[in-house]
């Protein structure tokens, strides 16, 4: 049946101070709450002692920010999909953030191991009034270790409930997907950053959003493989392939610290966990 692990995160402000209070089953944990940036964002890594699933195993994480909350969650490496046997591996998040709360999801890559078979969902409820900052980067194969990604799938599933849905499924014998300068291109990294709010922006904030994004793609070794929309009023999309997750990566970090101090007024202060 495989390891079911399951944790639900609930952000509040109390005495001008972002708390959490978390309830867990499993092998899935959070490290104690951590304050970079001062009492009103709550920085929290998340763990899975078995670092990887395999068929059948299935990640649950449920996160509720009160008003006013602002909660910075990430991991402290990749999410790993191994090899399959048949079953699938599933990491489920379903998050709810109220009015003037403000989400930064910002975990590491997921790894599509060869023969995995793969599910990986996000679904994030935006209240009026409420900002997210939101990524998702998949690596498939490990190719610097000659284990590409010949056999397996992994579904993509990105969505801001009622407003933006990114669904997809990367199948190994797919070669027209893998391969075609309309699909990925031999690439194997593909990432996806959002930055969204529970209403419509106003249009400076949106055209600023969309203009920051684009000159730091233009000015990056991956321009040509890289791309901002806006297909809503309330969401701004950027969209990377690479060859390597590191220079994806790189790219998304400097957006999103771009965005936050530009848009946000917050410092460029990255969380711990990432320069260890």
């Avoid at 490496?77 to 079953?87: E, M, N, P, Q, V």
């Avoid at 965005?259 to 410092?267: A, S, T």
Wanted: with cysteine; charged share 15%.
């Amino acid at each position: 049946m495989g390891w079911q692990a399951k944790l639900t995160l609930d952000y509040s402000v109390e005495a001008q101070r972002c708390v959490a209070r978390h309830v867990h089953e499993g092998p899935l944990r959070v490290l104690k709450a951590l304050y970079p940036e001062g009492d009103r964002v709550c920085h929290h890594v998340l763990v899975h002692p078995p670092a990887g699933l395999v068929g059948g195993d299935e990640l649950q994480i449920n996160l509720h920010l009160q008003s006013g909350a602002h909660a910075l969650i990430t991991t402290p490496g990749a999410t790993r999909f191994y090899g399959s046997d048949g079953l699938t591996a599933k990491q489920q998040v379903q998050a709810h953030v109220a009015q003037d709360a403000t989400l930064e999801w910002l975990p590491l890559e997921a790894l599509a191991y060869n023969r995995c078979q793969a599910h990986n969902q996000a679904v994030f409820h935006l209240a009026h009034g409420s900002r997210l900052i939101a990524w998702d980067v998949t690596a498939l194969g490990l190719p610097h270790a000659n284990q590409p990604f010949v056999q397996g799938q992994f579904q993509q599933h990105l969505e801001i409930a009622g407003t933006w849905l990114e669904r997809g499924l990367i199948d190994a014998k797919d070669q027209r997907l893998l391969h075609s300068p309309l699909g990925l291109n031999g690439h194997t990294c593909v990432s996806t950053l959002v930055f969204a709010q529970g209403h419509a922006m106003a249009d400076p904030l949106r055209e600023q959003v969309v203009a920051m994004a684009r000159e730091l793609c233009e000015s990056h070794p991956l321009r040509w493989q890289s791309g901002v929309s806006s297909p809503d009023e309330r969401v701004v999309v950027v969209r990377v392939l690479s060859a390597q997750v590191e220079n994806a990566m790189a790219l998304l970090r400097s957006i999103w610290l771009q965005w936050r101090q530009q848009c946000w007024q917050l410092p460029a202060v990255m969380p711990r966990i990432w320069a260890m």
